[in-house]
């Protein structure tokens, strides 16, 4: 049972990057997907969520408008298509599945700067 990350990485200002998230050992379609976020001596923040079916998204204030959650139940992924990012983008993107208990990803490192 697993959550592997990836397409962090660093990008100026203004830039897009697209995260994707694997999930493993369990029955993806079923259960609500999240992102979340910890910069630099910060908590750990929620950023979008997605329910099981793909219908009902959810975002923080701090990325609506500029990020976009989505998900393919039969590749069981999530993605996070991230625009117009800013540097306090800045942060550590954790996938998370709505399991019992719940499951994180290990972390993917995207950073924001000219």
């Known amino acids: 049972v697993q959550l592997v990350e990836s397409g962090g990485g660093l990008v100026q200002p203004g830039g897009s990057l697209r995260l994707s998230c694997a999930a493993s050992?369990?029955?993806?379609?079923?259960?609500?997907m999240s992102w979340y976020r910890q910069a630099p001596g910060k908590e750990r923040e929620f950023i979008a969520l997605?329910?099981?079916?793909?219908?009902?998204?959810n975002y923080a204030d701090s990325v609506k408008g500029r990020f976009t959650i989505s998900r393919d139940n039969a590749k069981n992924t999530v993605s996070l298509q991230m625009n117009s990012l800013k540097p306090e983008d800045t942060a550590v993107y954790y996938c998370?599945?709505?399991?019992?208990?719940?499951?994180w990803g290990q972390g993917t490192q995207v950073t924001v700067s000219s």
């Open positions: 997605i329910s099981s079916a793909g219908g009902t998204t």
């Open positions: 998370r599945a709505n399991l019992p208990p719940v499951l």
């Open positions: 050992g369990f029955t993806f379609s079923r259960y609500l």
